[in-house]
């Protein structure tokens, strides 16, 4: 079965200094991975996709994540925060098209607090 | 702004009721999503619909269901509300069936 983990409820950074938000995954195959950033009272907003190719992928707002299958990661990065940052992330993965479902499967979600 | 629409943003409704929420989704985006966010379960799939078809379902109770018109507009209908449905009800779409899915504002339900 897939599933997706985010171990950490909340992350807290200071302003400039480099944030990285985790997620780890379990999927047969090879998987398709995302994020997403959730600010209050708003819907999600598609951050960066892993499908294939480079295990770094950069996406918007000046986020990228790394993929490492040896380690089943894939941890959200960005290397000067900003307090409009703060918001809840999550992490999804999706099974492989030879699957029946494209479905997302989205982790328990990470709040991050970026401090003045 | 993702281009995927909503209505109504927020409902309040009884114990034992009916409710239909809709969803446009971005235009020419033929995959419908519904998703359920609740602070117990999370963020959980509930059912996809493509080009008018239903092409897979998660955890959606007996008591919901959802169908695509031919426009593309998804309904998500819920009946005989509980004050557990109370949640965020998000629609996504997506342009093709391994892409990343754009999500609208949701709905809030709240069932007194």
């Known amino acids: 079965a897939q599933s997706v983990a985010q171990p950490e409820d909340q992350v807290n950074v200071a302003e400039g200094n480099p944030l990285t938000v985790k997620c780890t995954y379990s999927?047969?195959?090879?998987?398709?991975l995302f994020w997403y950033v959730q600010y209050p009272n708003r819907g999600l907003q598609f951050l960066l996709k892993?499908?294939?190719?480079?295990?770094l992928v950069k996406g918007s707002y000046g986020f990228e994540a790394e993929f490492n299958k040896s380690q089943t990661s894939f941890h959200l990065k960005k290397p000067s925060a900003l307090v409009s940052d703060s918001a809840l992330y999550f992490c999804a993965v999706r099974a492989p098209r030879s699957y029946n479902t494209d479905k997302l499967i989205f982790g328990t979600g990470t709040r991050l607090q970026v401090f003045p | 702004d993702s281009g995927v629409t909503q209505t109504p943003k927020h409902l309040i409704t009884a114990t034992g009721q009916r409710v239909t929420l809709r969803c446009s989704p971005r235009?020419?985006?033929?995959?419908v999503y519904w998703y359920q966010q609740s602070l117990d379960q999370g963020l959980q799939f509930l059912i996809q619909?493509?080009?008018?078809?239903?092409?897979a379902k998660g955890n959606i109770l007996e008591r919901f269901s959802a169908q695509q018109f031919p426009d593309l507009h998804s309904e998500l209908n819920l009946s005989s509300l509980e004050l557990g449905d109370s949640a965020l009800y998000f629609c996504?779409?997506?342009?093709?069936?391994?892409?990343?899915?754009?999500f609208g504002p949701g709905t809030r339900l709240t069932v007194t």
């Open positions: 619909y493509y080009n008018g078809e239903e092409r």
């Open positions: 235009s020419g985006d033929l995959s």
């Open positions: 999927v047969s195959g090879n998987p398709y």
């Open positions: 892993y499908i294939t190719g480079d295990n």
């Open positions: 996504a779409s997506t342009p093709r069936l391994d892409g990343e899915q754009y």
